[in-house]
T-cell receptor, first 114, second 115 residues
């Protein structure tokens, strides 16, 4: 079975400050990891994904995440927060094959303080 | 444009009145699924389908039905809705099959209220 834990259901940062959203995973097989973003009244949009290869992955809107197997973590970061980053962020894990289930964390709501 | 389309976006209904939420994708994806999103619980999978006529239960299937008669459509059916099914529902699709897992595309969501 696979699972993800997102630490902090709400995170607030000042505009221009570092964004750090935490995600730890549990998986008995090599994990494929994703970060999705949900803007108000919208569906989920893929931010970035880790499958194999480079452990530092870059996504859209200046976000990046680093896969650390030793720490079973996949934290999401952005050097400088922008007001438009206010949204809910979900970490998710799945296995290798396309027909395997995507398991989501409980989400982190990011608030940007002007 | 690649997209997953859900209808309706908003729905208020009464307990026990059967309803269907439609979902259609235009990407020829094999894998489709339904999730419900509740505060503090994230997204939980209700049902999924690996291909036409192949469906299976997810984590929270009680009170729901699905069908997959065509590759593009995957409707969610609530035969007798109850207030505890008030939630935000998302349909998603991805390529599936034996290929490496790729991005899941999500619909805009259906906010259902059962009174």
């Amino acid at each position: 079975a696979q699972s993800v834990t997102q630490l902090g259901s709400h995170v607030s940062v000042s505009e221009g400050a570092l964004v750090l959203l935490r995600c730890n995973y549990s998986s008995s097989v090599p994990p494929y990891l994703f970060w999705y973003v949900q803007y108000p009244n919208q569906g989920l949009q893929l931010l970035l994904k880790y499958t194999t290869g480079a452990t530092l992955v870059k996504g859209i809107n200046g976000f990046e995440a680093e896969f650390k197997k030793s720490e079973t973590s996949f934290h999401l970061t952005k050097p400088s927060a922008h007001m438009s980053d206010a949204a809910e962020y979900f970490c998710a894990v799945t296995g290798y094959f396309g027909n395997e289930k995507l398991t989501f964390g409980t989400g982190t709501r990011l608030t940007i303080i002007p | 444009e690649a997209q997953v389309t859900q209808n309706p976006r908003y729905l208020i209904t009464v307990t026990g009145k059967k309803l269907t939420v439609t979902c259609s994708q235009n990407m020829n994806h094999e894998y489709m699924s339904w999730y419900r999103q509740d505060p503090g619980l994230g997204l939980r999978q209700i049902y999924y389908s690996m291909n036409v006529e192949v469906t299976d239960k997810g984590d929270v299937p009680e009170g729901y039905k699905v069908s997959r008669k065509e590759k593009r459509n995957f409707p969610l059916i609530l035969e007798s809705p109850s207030p505890n099914q008030t939630s935000l529902y998302f349909c998603a699709s991805s390529e599936g099959g034996d290929e490496v897992h790729t991005e899941a595309f999500f619909g805009q969501g259906t906010r259902l209220t059962v009174v």
